[in-house]
């Protein structure tokens, strides 16, 4: 018999429960013995629920018993997270989370911990929710030297995007709508500043490079300034706006970054929509590799936790994650970063092209009919150091849009 523990009974916790009592008979044969949840470890009282008989409130009752070999973890945050985990590993048994914060920020000291006691500390529900990256990174990709990522990684935020694109609304009605329908935070802070997808990212390059990348090191650019506006020139020129995590190899050089990106009807992320997410993998062997599904909710996320659990329990004194070193990998400045650059500026394209073109090289502006006053163009492919002394010689700069196109 294996025992399971699962720490939190919110939305996550609570499918995780149910998924393990509702598939408890394909999950045992998965595993090749029974599964039970032991205990439930949750403040809050749930009169009527079936969770009720193995409610507990104390961590204590869980690191205490020796017949618990697997913690799951599905409450977020730090404190008492991080405590948590260590206390489980410390006392040797496994531990599972769909905790990103806790992932990037502990994950290397957490799987050496995990690791020096022969268990495991597992999280493919940190990244995508219920889409299966984190073990294709460690398990199914190691033939090949990964040399960029790109994610659409965070559903709150491709669900505004897509809403102001295909309905060309503005972004804080879209916000507004998204936190009515339960999809944003009452503080979406996280989601639409991209220090979510940033987090991401930085788990998913980790493992994809096996240094430590640090969230902190990555630039990181919201979705915040994006209007209804862009997204007009955007559908003129047949490209879409999308937030991006993303993270490349170039020449032994790695860089990161969490921006939106202008990209076209070619890429394989173009019809990534609403919450959905989607991470495209590029691996000198492999070429182009894409997972899609969804990113959040109580069902996907869940999966990914209790296909954890199965792991966990298929290796209850075997350490099997280990390609995430606790080395820093220093990222390069994103000054020397490639790409096009999409940018409006104002006053009449005319009048203004020979200042632009002194600035920017030869462009083709593009207008709207139904605004007067300003002008766009997309760039050649500069660096963005390149980008930031050119638009230091032009007035008027209203915005600009990394182009992946
Ligand atoms: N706030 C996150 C999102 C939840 O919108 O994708 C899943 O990590």
Redesign the pocket.
Known sequence: MVNVAVLGYGTVGSGVFDVLVKNHDSIAKKIGDDIKVKYVLDLREFPGDPVESVLVHDFDTIINDPEIDIVAEAMGGLDPAYTFAKRTLEAGKNYCTSN?ELVAMYGPELLELAKSKGKNFLFEASVG?GIPIIRPLNQSLTADDITEITGIL???TNFILTKMDKEGLAFEDVLKEAQELGYAEKDPTA?VEGY?ACRKIAILSSLAYGLHVNFEDIYTEGITKITALDFKYASKLGLSIKLFGKSKKIDGKCYAMVAPFMISTESPLYCVNGVMNGILVNGEVIGDIMFYGS??GKYPTASAVVADIVDEAKHLNKHIMSLWSSKKLELEDIKSNRCKFFVRVSGDAASRLDAVEEAFGKITPVTLDEVNGEFAFITEVISEADYEAAAQKVDGILQRIRVEA
């Open positions: 990103k929710g965070n559903g709150t989601d979510d990113g959040a």
